[in-house]
């Protein structure tokens, strides 16, 4: 019985030492993940001078910069009393898509006429927030990051991954 006794007490003691942190074992995934956020960073500093460079190159527009990093242009304004949409309100509108030279990749026509309702259907993170800004009969360009729009991967047609893009939206009046 002692010998038992002897036996919890000496483990007891061993098991209360201080423990020590365990280290990743897979290094390689860290340097991976830090070279990715440096390749992120310098795609979007070059995607930014980039979208600056069509804003000037289009003298007729006056580019203003939103806070998530794209620019924004009024071809047609509404007035400011009519309200901006809001979670849940049915909106009409169609756009194209062209790149940052002006070359139209897809026509209004070939896109069609969307019915969305705001913030409850998915929808291109950049058309997502260029509706938010937009008021009935109102007609914006919009010069958005590729993070915004179809990434790294592009469409797999005539969108290349990593092209920053140029979009002209038309918010229809609802039915």
């Known amino acids: 019985m002692r010998f038992f006794l002897l036996l919890i007490i000496f483990c007891s003691c061993l098991s209360c030492k201080e423990s020590t942190?365990?280290?990743?074992?897979?290094k390689k995934k860290q340097v991976f993940l830090n070279s990715s956020a440096?390749?992120?960073k310098m795609l979007l500093a070059?995607?930014?001078?980039l979208l600056k460079k069509a804003a000037k190159k289009d003298t007729?527009?006056?580019f203003q910069p939103s806070e998530l990093g794209f620019?924004?242009?009024y071809i047609k304004k509404a007035s400011t009393s009519i309200p901006l949409p809001q979670k849940g309100t049915k909106v009409r509108f169609q756009y194209q898509i062209e790149n940052l030279e002006n070359k139209l990749l897809y026509s209004m026509s070939d896109l069609g006429i969307v019915d969305y309702l705001v913030d409850q259907e998915e929808l291109l993170p950049a058309l997502r927030e260029g509706i938010r800004m937009i008021r009935p009969e109102e007609v914006v360009v919009f010069?958005?990051?590729?993070?915004?729009?179809?990434g790294y991967q592009g469409d797999g047609e005539k969108i290349g991954g990593?092209?920053?893009?140029?979009?002209?939206?038309?918010?229809?009046?609802?039915k």
């Open 21 to 26: 942190a365990r280290y990743p074992l897979n």
């Open 38 to 40: 440096e390749r992120n």
């Open 46 to 49: 070059r995607e930014e001078v």
């Open 60 to 62: 007729a527009l006056d």
């Open 71 to 73: 620019l924004f242009a």
């Open 143 to 150: 010069l958005f990051p590729s993070y915004l729009c179809f």
């Open 162 to 174: 990593n092209q920053p893009l140029r979009f002209t939206i038309e918010r229809l009046p609802n």
